[in-house]
């Protein structure tokens, strides 16, 4: 009892940020089975999902905003690919991931510009924010919700790439993109739709994340979207499940440092687990071993 | 009926293509026949739009299928099996056919075309939830043939189908072959086996760096010293 007693809240809250973080990783994992591209600025589409919360929640309803939230970040997403890395597609790798840096800054700056650099105060929803009580535990509704609802987008998103015509569409662009295309897939189309999931998974993760916080401003989306990028490089980049599961692992396992008093160390402790990784499995746990492609 | 009309193509510096004619008329094999590097391949890539023509025309049924999205070629009837056979390793036997109709819409004769590609590949029918990786060499071209005849292809393009395949296998794939043109569909064949593809050939053109060297029917080329001293070995 009394273990529980002091480690059900961090298991708790590490969970529901696992959650999050994995929210985010699926846009990472994605573009990155697709694309072989780390789209760097997939954290700050989730930052700037946050802003533009802040700024809608102030004359719409809750759910409006909730929604428009979505699919600012999706227009925001799909608009990025086609201006900064559709026309480097056969460009060197390593020119596109100078650019997705580029998309980074340019976000970053241009939030650091419309707020002036201030924190600004993220909307507080009454149904994120309600206590609950679990056993000795007390905590927000938030740390609940997430959990299932991450874990039934992941089922969804699942179901998607192993049923449905465009999924397939997906798994075979992944693997070989002439090949593709000779059988009449258009390349563009899978890859738009690969952003429209990463970029609305993002924003509904934005929506979760920061209602644990009471503020946002322009670095808001380094730090968990390089949490989340941690997380896919630890489930095997390219992987769905495997990112999902790294989220999970590194949402516990920082809770479980914060809880040792180590707090000051948590992030430092996330990092450290992913040079592990790279030490020993390189390819993450689910991670393809060879893919480049020919 | 499928007619190049001096064809060029540019790879960054390389002439590949200089000024081909090729026609492939219906109801018939045709194939390509020549060295590696002559641009057999790049001809086939850029019929189907995978390749920045330079100059010159394609046309499909009369029509000017030059600079068209490859998804649109390939919605009017023209496939391209490519070499290597390229099936997508982590998708089923059943999920690479499904792939090979996707442009298709018609849910009950896709169902039918299916059957007709398993009865054709009766070793494809024991394993259509096996992973495409898993097959054999022999087993992955037929694959390849099989989702290239899902598109319900009037033309058919075969990139070197019998590549790395053990004899039996090729003679396999070969009376295939025969199999589609009677069914109606066009074939344009390029083969370094040439004399299993000069065999089953009505016409065929030889190419050498980027030009036609010479053309005839199967039959003449087998026959002619040129093409036996070069090709065939003899």
Not at chain 2, 171 to 179: A, E, L, R
Request: with cysteine; net charge positive.
């Amino acid at each position: 009892m009394g273990f529980l007693h002091t480690w059900l809240p961090y298991i708790l809250a590490g969970i529901a940020v696992g959650g999050q973080y994995a929210l985010i990783a699926i846009g990472y994992t994605m573009v990155y089975g697709i694309l072989r591209l780390i789209n760097f600025a997939h954290g700050d589409i989730f930052m700037w999902s946050g802003l533009i919360m802040v700024y809608l929640i102030t004359t719409l309803p809750l759910w409006v905003s909730i929604v428009l939230v979505i699919l600012f970040a999706i227009i925001l997403g799909t608009t990025i690919e086609k201006i900064a890395y559709r026309p480097l597609r056969t460009a060197p790798r390593m020119s596109i991931m100078i650019s997705a840096i580029g998309v980074s800054y340019l976000l970053q700056n241009f939030a650091l510009y419309i707020t002036g650099g201030l924190t600004k105060t993220y909307p507080a929803i009454a149904l994120l924010q309600r206590a609950v009580s679990i056993g000795p535990a007390t905590t927000k509704m938030v740390t609940i919700i997430t959990p299932f609802l991450t874990i039934l987008l992941v089922f969804l998103l699942v179901m998607l790439i192993q049923h449905t015509k465009i999924g397939m569409a997906m798994r075979a662009v992944s693997r070989d993109f002439e090949t593709s295309s000779l059988m009449g897939i258009d390349i563009n189309r899978v890859i738009t739709v690969t952003f429209v999931i990463g970029c609305g998974l993002a924003a509904i993760g934005s929506v979760l994340f920061f209602s644990n916080y009471t503020g946002i401003n322009p670095m808001s989306g380094a730090m968990p979207g390089l949490k989340a990028f941690v997380a896919a490089v630890f489930g095997g980049i390219g992987s769905v499940p495997g990112a999902v599961l790294g989220a999970f692992v590194i949402g516990i396992a920082e809770n479980i440092v914060k809880g040792t008093g180590w707090t000051t160390f948590s992030d430092a402790f996330t990092f450290v687990l992913l040079i592990i990784i790279l030490m020993v499995k390189p390819t993450g746990l689910f991670g393809e071993k060879d893919i480049d492609k020919v | 009926m499928l007619a190049i009309r001096d064809l060029n193509v540019h790879y960054g510096g390389i002439h590949a293509l200089r000024g081909i004619d090729i026609d492939v008329p219906d109801g018939k094999i045709i194939s390509l026949i020549g060295a590696n590097g002559a641009g057999k391949s790049t001809t086939l890539k850029a019929i189907m739009g995978l390749v920045s023509k330079s100059t010159g025309h394609v046309y499909w049924d009369n029509t000017d299928i030059t600079g068209m999205k490859t998804k649109d070629i390939v919605n009017s009837g023209i496939i391209l099996c490519p070499e290597g056979r390229k099936i997508f390793p982590d998708l089923t036997v059943d999920e690479n056919l499904s792939v090979g109709a996707y442009l298709r819409k018609d849910k009950v004769a896709i169902a039918k075309d299916r059957e007709i590609a398993y009865d054709l590949f009766p070793r494809l029918a024991e394993r259509t939830w096996q992973l495409g990786a898993t097959l054999s060499g022999g087993e992955q071209q037929m694959l390849a043939v099989a989702r290239a005849l899902m598109s319900k292809p009037r033309l058919l393009m075969l990139d070197e189908p019998s590549l790395g395949l053990a004899p039996l296998v090729i003679k396999d794939i070969f009376s295939v072959i025969q199999k589609i043109k009677e069914e109606g569909v066009n074939v344009l064949l390029i083969e370094q086996n040439a004399k299993a593809a000069l065999d089953i050939s009505d016409y065929a053109y030889v190419m050498e760096s980027g030009v036609i060297s010479m053309a005839g029917s199967g039959k003449a080329l087998l026959s002619d010293p040129r093409v036996q001293k070069a090709y065939l070995g003899e």
